[in-house]
C-alpha cells in the first residue's frame, strides 16, 4: 500500500511539473521573447550595413532587406493516464502463481515554437531618392542642438560650408578636404563644448527660417574661436545670428551655406577606407584605400575603421565575411563603434516607400 502511494506521488509530481511549464507560455514569454528578438534584428541590421560598406568598396550596389514581422507560435501539449487493478491474495490453481496488484502510470508532452518571420527587400524610387537625397541642414542643427558633437556631424554629414570643402572618398570625385575646414570644425567644437552654439526656427505661414547662433550668452567674454570662425567663413563680424540654407555659396555675410551628404554619399565616403587584402589591391580587384590627408600632410584617421583578416576576430563589434576574408570592427575602437552606429540611426530616416508590388519572402523558422 505504501509503495502504491509512492509511486502516486511521484507521477502527480511530474504532472505538476509539465503542467507548470505552461505558466512560461504566455505572459512571461513577452520579456524573454522581446529581449531576445530585439539584440537579434538589432546584431542583423548592423551585419547587413557593414557588409554593404564592404560591397561598396568592391563596386557592389547596396541592398538592404527589412525585417517587416515576427509571428512566433508556441505550443505545448501534456497527456497522462494511470489505471490501477487490485486481486485478492489467492492462488491461481491452474499455475500455482499469486494473484498482484497492478498499478500503471503513463504521461507524455510536447512542445513546439515556431517563429515565422517576414523580409521586405527595401527598393523602389521613392527609396532610391531617399538615398541619395541630401540630409536637411536643419537635421544636421537638430543634431548638435541634441549633443553629437559638431565636428564628427560636420566631417561625416557635410560636403561644405560656405565653401570650404571638406574631404571626400567617393571613387567619382575622390579629393582632400580644404586646409581650412578642419580647424574650423575644431573650432566649432570648441564652441560647442562651452554651450556657445544655439539654434532658432522661426516659422512663418511661407516657410521655416533656421538660424545659428554663436557666442549668444549676454557678457561673454571675448572668445578666439568665435572670431576665427567668422573670419573663415566670412561673416559679418558684427552679429552673432546668422541664416542658415541648403547650397554651395552663402548669398552674403549673414549668412551660412551648408552642402549637405546623402546617405549614399555618407556610405561611398566612409567605404572608401575600408581595409581590403593587399593582393585584391594587386589585382585590380578593388581600389586602393583612401586615406584623407592634413594640410601638413599627416594622414587624417578615418571615421569608421574597418579591418581584414584571413579568420574571424575573436573581439569583434560586428564582423562579416565577404570573398574568403573577415572585414569587422573593433570592440575596443569606442570612435568607430559610435559613428557606425550613428549611420545606423540616420538610415532609419530613410523613407522606404510604398509596399506595393514590392516581393516578400516569408520563411517558417521551425
Known amino acids: 500500500m505504501k509503495e502504491r502511494k509512492g509511486l502516486l506521488w511521484i ?22 521573447d522581446r529581449s531576445a528578438y530585439v539584440a537579434t534584428i538589432s546584431d542583423s541590421w548592423e551585419s547587413q550595413m557593414l557588409l554593404n560598406l564592404v560591397k561598396l568598396r568592391y563596386g557592389h550596389a547596396p541592398v538592404f532587406l527589412d525585417v517587416a514581422s515576427v509571428i512566433t507560435q508556441y505550443a505545448l501539449q501534456t497527456q ?19 494473484f498482484a496488484n497492478t498499478l500503471s502510470l503513463g504521461s507524455s508532452g510536447s512542445y513546439t515554437d515556431r517563429p515565422t518571420i517576414t523580409y521586405n527587400p527595401l527598393m523602389g524610387e521613392k527609396f532610391a531618392r531617399s538615398l541619395m537625397s541630401p540630409i536637411p541642414p536643419a537635421a544636421i542643427l537638430n543634431l548638435i542642438q541634441t549633443g553629437y558633437r559638431v565636428d564628427l ?20 570625385n575622390m579629393h582632400d578636404s580644404d586646409p581650412e575646414f578642419h580647424p574650423l570644425i575644431e573650432k566649432m567644437r570648441r564652441l560647442q563644448a562651452t554651450g556657445d552654439i544655439g539654434i532658432k526656427i522661426q516659422k512663418t505661414k511661407e516657410k521655416e527660417m533656421l538660424r545659428i547662433i554663436l557666442s549668444w550668452r549676454a557678457n561673454k567674454a571675448f572668445d578666439p574661436d568665435k572670431t576665427d570662425i567668422l573670419k573663415l567663413l566670412g ?4 552679429t552673432n545670428e546668422f541664416s542658415v540654407v541648403y547650397g554651395a555659396v552663402p548669398s552674403g555675410n549673414k549668412e551660412i551655406a551648408i552642402l549637405s551628404r546623402s546617405i549614399l554619399q555618407i556610405m561611398l565616403d566612409l567605404t572608401a577606407a575600408v581595409e581590403v587584402p593587399e593582393e585584391h589591391v594587386v589585382d585590380k580587384r578593388v581600389a586602393p584605400a583612401f586615406r584623407a590627408k592634413a594640410p601638413d600632410g599627416s594622414p587624417i584617421a578615418p571615421l569608421v575603421k574597418v579591418h581584414c583578416s584571413l579568420r574571424r576576430p575573436d573581439d569583434a563589434f560586428v564582423a562579416v565575411p565577404f570573398r574568403n576574408h573577415w572585414f569587422w570592427i573593433d570592440d575596443k575602437d569606442v570612435s568607430s563603434k559610435n559613428i557606425f552606429s550613428f549611420l545606423m540611426f540616420i538610415f532609419t530616416l530613410t523613407e522606404t516607400g510604398g509596399k506595393e508590388g514590392v516581393p516578400i519572402v516569408t520563411i517558417p523558422a521551425g
Open 11 to 32: 507521477f502527480l509530481g511530474i504532472m505538476g511539473f509539465l503542467f507548470a511549464g505552461c505558466a512560461s507560455i504566455g505572459p512571461d514569454s513577452v520579456v524573454r
Open 80 to 98: 497522462a493516464n494511470v489505471g490501477a487493478s487490485f486481486q485478492s491474495p489467492l492462488t491461481n490453481r491452474f499455475t500455482g502463481d499469486a
Open 153 to 172: 556631424l560636420l566631417r561625416l554629414c557635410v560636403q561644405s560650408v560656405n565653401g570650404i570643402q571638406n574631404s571626400f572618398g567617393g571613387p567619382a
Open 235 to 238: 561673416l559679418d563680424p558684427n
